[in-house]
């Protein structure tokens, strides 16, 4: 008799096994606002690089949700993007007075005092944050390690 119990219980396990490896492979949700598929350009340091990447608004840096205004995605999230697929080394820090991120490093070039990475799109450098500034399909977003215009 304790076989036939065991017998009965296997498919049940079974069951249960199959359910959860279901729900383990399930498509990811769609994304919730609009991607973007930009060409992403690293300049001003040792290291430079040009790739295409896809991007969307998304979570960076310690959970942080970077998205612009209207949920589109950043020239911060194209780099992030970047970073995950070509391991750019990209470092950056949430500035409490800005209410945003600042990139500290990419690829080993750091920026200092005497210098800073600045953000341009389509060669036009974003007047606010880098999570503040919306991106869109086909643009060129730059980011550049330079000294401060006095």
């Given amino acids: 008799m304790p076989s036939a119990l065991a017998r009965k219980a296997a498919p049940v396990t079974a069951a249960g096994i199959a359910f ?19 060409r992403v350009k690293v300049t001003g340091g040792a290291f430079t ?5 896809g991007t969307e608004a998304r979570f960076v840096f310690g959970g942080f949700y970077c998205a612009a205004g ?3 995605p950043t020239p911060l999230t194209a780099l992030v993007d970047a970073d995950e697929r070509f391991d750019f080394g990209v470092q950056a820090r949430w500035d409490a007075a800005t209410q945003d991120f600042v990139v500290t490093s990419i690829h080993g070039d750091f920026a200092d005092d005497s ?4 953000a341009y799109v389509n060669e036009k450098k974003i007047k606010t944050g880098p999570c503040g500034t919306a991106i869109k399909d086909n643009d060129k977003v730059r980011w550049t390690l330079e000294a401060p215009k006095k």
């Fill in 115 to 118: 210098k800073k990475w600045n």
């Fill in 49 to 53: 690089a040009s790739v295409g990447t």
């Fill in 20 to 38: 959860a490896l279901a729900l383990a492979v399930a498509p990811p949700a769609a994304a919730i606002g609009p991607t973007a598929s930009v």
């Fill in 70 to 72: 209207d949920g589109s």
